[in-house]
């Protein structure tokens, strides 16, 4: 009689854990957070640097554009997603005297463009569907006042960025913030290009990227002090990004499904098919000066 009791108590207390696990909430998926940054793994940031994101490994890309790249998660565990590159026309490897430690790390590499009628484009696939944060580093280094424009397929605002450094990242200034809702295609499609009537030979950038998912208590990366209260504990960006100071352009194309180029940016080439693209290591390639301060820019030739 006392074995039976002591069964039926086992399996009592079995189907309460059961239960209670699952109906516990999820984590979040962290490993659907990534950090990229454009350059060899001996420059990249430590694993413990967040920038205007969050810590945790950080992917090493070159950006051959006939490659592409699997991603691993913030924890380095690899993932389904991929990462391929279109439209840079050379790889900058600066080093400028305002930025040091990992901040360096990220902003002196950078994909370049040089071509007003043709972006740096980021083709990323494979994301779970999910409302994201997404900031892209599009600074300029030695080069303060040079701006690169940065949109998504699946947004309608762009933003200029570019600026002194001041010691951190500034939104504008290192970096833009959009919040963009991935659908069940899982694919995010971020540019960075000329503004339109700069100087072209100055060329725009493409240091980094973060992704994240905003779930509900999630940590707030974008630098506020209270976690995500979903989407997120911080107001999201205004639908026309001149109304609060900051260059804006409406896309040519619809803001969804693969969207469309910006006119006031340039557009895209095909992904890998390396019309005019950085090619890597494979390609042949000559040393320049670039902005007067000797960083090493290797473009095809």
């Not at 290192?174 to 809702?181: D, K, V």
Request: charged content about 15%.
């Amino acid at each position: 009689m006392q074995r039976l009791s002591t069964c039926r108590l086992r399996r009592c207390l079995l189907a309460t854990a059961l239960v209670g696990a699952l109906s516990a909430p999820a984590a979040p998926a962290r490993g659907q957070a990534f950090n990229i940054d454009f350059g060899g793994p001996a420059s990249k940031p430590a694993d413990t640097y967040a920038a205007a994101g969050l810590p945790g490994v950080w992917n090493s890309v070159m950006g051959d554009s006939s490659m592409t790249y699997p991603l691993v998660g913030l924890d380095g565990r690899p993932t389904s997603v991929t990462l391929s590159q279109s439209g840079a026309t050379s790889f900058l490897s600066a080093s400028d005297p305002s930025v040091s430690g990992d901040d360096a790390a990220l902003l002196n590499d950078a994909l370049i463009t040089t071509d007003p009628t043709n972006e740096v484009c980021l083709f990323i696939h494979g994301l779970q569907p999910a409302t994201y944060e997404v900031l892209v580093y599009a600074w300029m280094p030695n080069a303060p006042s040079v701006k690169s424009r940065v949109r998504q397929d699946l947004a309608t605002m762009t933003i200029d960025v570019g600026g002194a450094w001041t010691g951190s990242h500034v939104e504008g200034v290192t970096y833009a913030r959009h919040i963009l809702q991935i659908d069940s295609a899982g694919f995010l499609g971020s540019h960075s290009g000329i503004v339109p009537g700069a100087l072209a030979a100055n060329g725009a950038a493409l240091n980094g990227i973060q992704i994240r998912p905003l779930v509900p208590g999630g940590p707030d990366a974008g630098g506020g002090s209270q976690p995500d209260a979903g989407p997120d504990a911080r107001p999201a960006p205004p639908p026309d990004a001149a109304a609060d100071g900051r260059t804006s352009g409406p896309e040519a194309g619809p803001p969804s499904g693969g969207g469309g180029p910006n006119p006031e940016s340039g557009s895209c080439a095909v992904a890998g098919a390396g019309s005019g693209g950085w090619k890597g290591m494979a390609g042949v390639f000559f040393f320049g000066i670039l902005l007067g301060s000797g960083p090493r820019r290797r473009t095809r030739a």
